[in-house]
């Protein structure tokens, strides 16, 4: 299934986080770092693109596994912007990741810790549960899973829920990386956007093009990935689609963040083909939300006029 009709955006969490942003201009141990700015954001990527949706006033229901302070702060975060939150308590803590951002160009590194605790039954559980906030099986529905998982969950848990989603009819999508991507991929979700590295240990080759990605992106639907989106960074965007290749080259733009901007993208593509964009111009406005997310330091923080803004100078290339 590749039309996205649906009314029902749902996203699937395991691995709940919060970032904290801390915008330096330089760092080396031994020294004390003054911060030139800091902001909180959300974390995990599906959750992100739940953040963004309702910044951009699109109806939507997140959920996973939540607990403690950080889990608190996170669905107060998402509900603010309008999310509707369905998360399952468990035990451990949310994690709060910390991005260190260089100011000068917004390059970062990630630094997180593990500590979400469920067990078995609850990710049986949280199966269960996401697949009974989709409507009725035949009526359209999004169901968006992915980020890494917690320890204790085996490496292809999104598998099962991906393929009995896809069986009811809902358009599904995963973002991951690593083992994770690897092991959910077989899978065949209707969407995946993996980077170039992670399409890299998909297709056991190096991505470094737009026409690299290209080719890497049409050997993918010819594995049942209706529409693989391989993002490459500051060159951009390719996607293979049921209309064609399609190449989105970045605006050039002061970045304060990466952080989010990739889930962004994701987001942009839901709320595009929501509104009965065809493919092209579903991918101009999501290039144009990821770019609104650079300009901020918070973690999936944007301006939805920032949006309004970048689009119309937005392209789209075929390729």
Not at 21 to 43: K, N
Not at 245 to 259: D, E, H, M
Request: charged fraction near 20%; aromatic fraction near 6%; charge should be negative.
């Amino acid at each position: 299934m590749t039309d996205l009709r649906a009314r029902t955006v749902v996203t699937v969490t395991p691995n709940s986080t919060i970032d904290r942003v801390i915008l330096i201009d330089h760092f080396a141990f031994g020294e004390t770092v003054r911060s030139t700015g800091a902001a909180w954001g959300m974390g995990g990527k599906p959750a992100v693109s739940s953040f963004v949706l309702g910044q951009l006033g699109m109806p939507c229901t997140a959920t996973g596994f939540v607990a403690g302070e950080a889990g608190r702060r996170m669905v107060a975060m998402l509900r603010e912007v309008g999310v509707q939150t369905a998360f399952l308590p468990v035990a451990g803590e949310t994690r709060t990741t910390y991005v260190i951002a260089r100011a000068s160009d917004g390059q970062q590194c990630t630094i997180t810790v593990e500590s979400l605790e469920p067990t078995p039954a609850d990710a049986d559980a949280l199966a269960e549960h996401a697949l009974a906030l989709l409507p009725p099986e035949g009526e359209p529905a999004v169901l968006f899973v992915g980020g890494s998982l917690p320890p204790g969950m085996p490496v292809d848990w999104y598998t099962p829920l991906i393929r009995r989603a896809r069986a009811r009819g809902a358009f599904t999508m995963l973002d991951a990386s690593g083992r994770t991507l690897e092991a959910n991929a077989s899978a065949c979700p209707d969407l995946v956007k993996p980077d170039e590295a992670e399409v890299a240990t998909l297709l056991g080759r190096a991505v470094r093009t737009p026409g690299e990605a290209a080719e890497a992106a049409r050997e993918l639907r010819q594995r049942g990935i209706a529409v693989p989106v391989i993002t490459l960074g500051a060159q951009g965007a390719v996607a293979a689609t049921p209309e064609g290749t399609w190449f989105v080259p970045p605006l050039p733009v002061k970045v304060v963040s990466t952080a989010g901007a990739g889930d962004g993208f994701n987001a942009g593509i839901i709320q595009a083909r929501l509104r009965g964009a065809d493919w092209p111009e579903a991918l101009r406005w999501a290039g144009a939300v990821a770019t609104a997310v650079l300009l901020t330091p918070g973690t999936g923080v944007l301006r939805p006029e920032d949006v309004e803004r970048l689009h119309p100078h937005m392209r789209v290339e075929r390729l």
